[in-house]
């Protein structure tokens, strides 16, 4: 299993592009969330699913957008890139039990 | 509101000694707690966790004690390695809403060879 992949690593954008940052689980899990990390800050939560089709905004959910068509994968679209969005991205999948695995994580740089 | 606190943003222990991570919690809804590590350029791993109904949970080196009337828990790694530096994320789970996790903003632990 490769667990929760996500793509790419790294990315610059500048202000006002736009851009997908993917997540794919090989688990089988249905639940499924995106985190970001700021500097010296815990694990923000920006959106989470409980299954295909079903999706549902967290903590700071401005300014993302995402969709659930299939089990394996959550994207997250940013529409309109803001400075404010420069953070390392979390995607995680859930097991039954309440642990969540993560991916490597996508820095992102908004300038 | 930061729910779930860990005040001590960093920690250096002895390589062999013991090593206590801290976190408090102030939602008394919260049922079940979890630790994560995570090595820099990593997603957090889960490391251990523990139920409500429960005040220790132990699994080889890592140890977990929940005391709920002061609404606090600890991590202990006993005894401590090299390879236990990382930083270490305190999280819990509200029994509404239980499908989401609130995270604390993390201890650096430095073992010190």
């Known amino acids: 299993n490769a667990g929760v992949t996500q793509t790419p690593k790294f990315r610059i954008l500048k202000i006002g592009q736009s851009m997908t940052l993917q997540c794919t689980q090989d688990m089988n899990h249905n639940y499924m969330y995106w985190y970001r990390q700021d500097p010296g800050m815990g694990l923000k939560l920006i959106y989470y699913?409980?299954?295909?089709?079903?999706?549902d905004k967290g903590e700071v959910p401005n300014g993302y957008n995402v969709s659930r068509s299939t089990t394996e994968d959550f994207p997250l679209r940013l529409e309109l890139a803001a400075p404010s969005q420069t953070s390392v991205y979390f995607c995680?999948?859930?097991?039954?039990?309440?642990?969540?695995?993560f991916g490597p994580g996508t820095r992102l740089t908004v300038t | 509101d930061q729910q779930v606190k860990q005040n001590s943003p960093s920690l250096s222990v002895q390589e062999g000694r013991i090593s206590i991570l801290n976190c408090d919690y102030t939602n008394s809804m919260f049922d079940y707690f979890l630790w994560y590590k995570k090595y820099p350029a990593e997603g957090p791993t889960f490391l251990i966790s523990i139920s409500s109904i429960k005040d220790k949970n132990e699994d080889g080196r890592f140890t977990v004690f929940l005391n709920k009337s002061a609404k606090h828990l600890s991590l202990h790694i006993v005894p401590s390695q090299p390879g236990d530096s990382a930083v270490y994320f305190c999280a819990a789970r509200s029994n509404f809403g239980n499908e989401k996790l609130t995270f604390g903003t993390g201890t650096r632990l430095t073992i010190i060879p």
């Open positions: 699913s409980v299954g295909a089709g079903i999706t």
């Open positions: 995680a999948s859930r097991t039954p039990s309440y642990e969540q695995y």
